[in-house]
């Protein structure tokens, strides 16, 4: 039986759901025959993640460095993640485990939309999420920063990987998270214009990227308004932007590689094969 | 040794002008002993879309396997081609699904879309992927590779050119790392067919 799929009488070899643990005790033995270090390298978001509410609605920031120990695995992800049409939530710790979850709550969020035929509330997406993570002790690493608006105003959560939640009027997670709360404390107001809350989420989110080594790149801001309206800014700012310093370095002859450069033993070329053109004629029934 | 360096992998794919290349390296290892020089880590799925896989070659050969079931399940069902974007989403879903045991492989895939507009993506072990427009990296020398790929890419380049520059990357990263290399195979995938050339690389 191929791993990760399940019989039954309507659909042969359907995927199963949820997670599979059929090879941890393999990788359990696998891993103690490892030398120095038995923790396996997961892609994690490093991250400087916070959320503010203002008089009319919440802001989210985030910056877009994803690491793989100390070597940047990718300079610009996306770490502010949709959850509902009213709701958004940045996600810090491990990248797999924060998309995977903050995907299934959204979903989740979206039939219950169905069955109840109301918008969702920031308080069901907390408790979904807490409920979740909490059931798996804090295995599942996903910290987040949780914003929306909904009947019963703006909200911003932050929850921690082992299932707690605090509803806050501002918060920072991630490595980057002193940094940019640093700035929060000293410059955050109750009732701000929407101008002074992207601009203090700008700079809280810079004080990660500049600061915190597991930070960087770019800062992704989003706007959830109490009238309904979500204003997503990828890539609101580019402070770490390459390309006019690259424009200035002389790129030398010698990285321009000439046909034949390299020496081969073997060459084949295959064609792609052919799809007959037109698809299916009608059957003709006499 | 740690188990993704148990047996040693290169694996870089870019995208150049309506064609994207696909390099990895030949060897398999036993930690410093080498075992073959033709293993296979990159995967044809279909005409237009290639899979490689680097890390533990067990589970590079479990994980073809079950990708080539999933994938042909698909078909059947859907009357289709699957394309790359549903590919990479599969195999990250896949990994994810083994999130407390997971298979040690970091996979790249590498295709042209329906359109022949390249598509590169890439993934760690328990499936969180980036997808990226210019090169992919992933195995044992992926600082090497990095730097190699940085230094040498140039957007829209033709397939020749391409070819060029993947082998050239990839035999200097392995050359800087004592569990990859032993040879080096290149497909350059446009949209005429697929140009598979092995390289002539240092066997130490």
């Keep these: 039986m191929t791993a990760g799929s399940q019989m039954n009488a309507n659909n042969l070899h359907e995927p199963a759901a949820g997670f599979d643990f059929s090879n941890y005790l393999r990788n359990q033995n696998l ?37 793989n120990d100390t070597e940047v695995a990718e300079r610009n992800c996306e770490k502010i993640h949709y959850i509902a049409p009213n709701m958004y939530c940045c996600g810090a710790g491990t990248a797999a485990d924060t998309e995977n979850t903050t995907a299934l709550i959204s979903r989740q969020l979206e039939l219950l939309r169905m069955d109840t035929a109301r918008p969702s509330r920031l308080v069901t997406a907390v408790t979904l999420l807490k409920r979740m993570l909490f059931r798996y002790q804090g295995h599942v690493s996903a910290a987040l920063v949780l914003g ?25 997670m991630g490595s980057g998270s002193l940094a940019a709360m640093a700035v929060l404390e000293s410059s955050w107001q109750e009732n701000m214009t929407e101008d002074m809350a992207v601009q203090l989420v ?38 770490n932007e390459l ?10 002859g010698r990285l321009n590689m000439r046909p034949g450069l390299t020496p081969i033993i073997k060459s084949e070329f295959k064609p792609h094969p052919v799809v007959a053109a037109g698809g299916e004629t009608a059957m003709e029934v006499e | 040794m740690s188990v993704m360096t148990y047996n040693g992998a290169a694996i870089i794919a870019m995208a150049g002008k309506d064609c994207v ?78 999130r407390f045991g997971p298979y040690f492989v970091e996979p ?46 140039k957007p829209n380049m033709e397939a020749e050119e391409l070819f060029e520059t993947l082998a050239q990357a990839l035999l200097s990263s392995v050359d800087r790392d004592a569990v990859s290399g032993w040879g080096g195979i290149v497909h350059i995938i446009t949209k005429e067919g697929v140009l598979t050339k092995e390289l002539k690389g240092r066997q130490d």
Excluded: W
């Design chain 1, 31 to 67: 891993l103690q025959t490892d030398g120095a270090a038995p923790k396996l390298k997961a892609k994690k978001t490093g991250t400087t993640i916070v959320g503010t509410v203002y008089a009319g609605g919440v802001v989210l920031g985030a910056d877009t460095r994803a690491t």
């Design chain 1, 202 to 239: 700008q700079r809280a989110i810079g004080a990660g990227i500049f600061n915190d080594l597991g930070s960087g790149s770019n800062c992704d801001i989003c706007i959830i308004k109490t009238d309904g309206t979500v204003d997503y800014r990828r890539n609101a700012v580019k402070p």
């Design chain 2, 21 to 98: 290349g696909i390099a990895a390296d030949r060897r398999l290892g036993v930690q410093l002993t080498t075992i073959a020089t033709d293993f296979p880590k990159i995967f044809q799925m279909q005409p237009k879309l290639f899979v490689g896989l680097a890390g533990l070659g067990t589970d590079v050969q479990t994980l073809k396997n079950l990708l080539e079931f999933r994938m042909n399940l698909y078909k059947l069902k859907e009357e289709r081609d699957m394309s790359p974007k549903v590919l990479s989403h599969m195999l990250g879903k896949i990994l994810y699904s083994k």
């Design chain 2, 108 to 153: 790249i895939v590498a295709g042209l879309d329906e359109s022949n507009k390249p598509f590169l993506s890439t993934m760690d072990l328990i499936g969180a992927t980036s997808e990226e427009k210019d090169f992919v990296v992933s195995g044992t020398c992926t600082g090497n590779m990095f730097g190699m790929c940085e230094s040498l890419y």
């Design chain 1, 243 to 252: 390309a006019p310093l690259r424009a200035q370095v002389q790129r030398s």
């Design chain 1, 148 to 172: 929306g608006c909904d009947l019963q105003g703006p909200h911003i959560y932050q929850i921690y990987p082992h299932g707690s939640t605090a509803k806050l009027p501002y918060t920072s």
